[in-house]
């Protein structure tokens, strides 16, 4: 089955990095537009951006020229490094991946941007 593992969250000072992990398996991963999610307490679950299967990204205009997505298919994992962190980007990250038209989602893990 389809499983997606987050890792690489953290707390961090603004103006730090983190890079995120998430490890997939259960489908060919390197066919498959993975995207990076986040949920702030009391928001909704945002689009952060996301990579094609062929390596063409988006992200969202909050995060731009700050983050970058990656992904290495030979490991089946994506990456969000994130720089130039602010207490804003404090939240929950999720990996993501719509399968067969269902969507799918990692654990998540938690990023804290201290001021």
């Known amino acids: 089955q389809v499983q997606l593992v987050e890792t690489g969250g953290g707390l961090v000072q603004a103006g730090g990095s983190l890079r995120l992990s998430c490890a997939a398996s259960?489908?060919?991963?390197?066919?498959?537009?993975m995207g990076w999610y986040r949920q702030a307490p009391g928001k909704e679950r945002e689009l952060v951006g996301r990579?094609?299967?062929?390596?063409?990204?988006w992200y969202a205009d909050s995060v731009k020229g700050r983050f970058t997505i990656s992904r290495d298919n030979a490991k089946n994992t994506v990456y969000l490094q994130m720089n130039s962190l602010k207490p804003e980007d404090t939240a929950v990250y999720y990996c993501n991946v719509r399968v067969r038209g269902i969507d799918r989602w990692g654990q998540g893990t938690q990023v804290t941007v201290s001021s």
């Open positions: 990579i094609s299967s062929g390596g063409s990204t």
């Open positions: 259960g489908f060919t991963f390197s066919s498959y537009t």
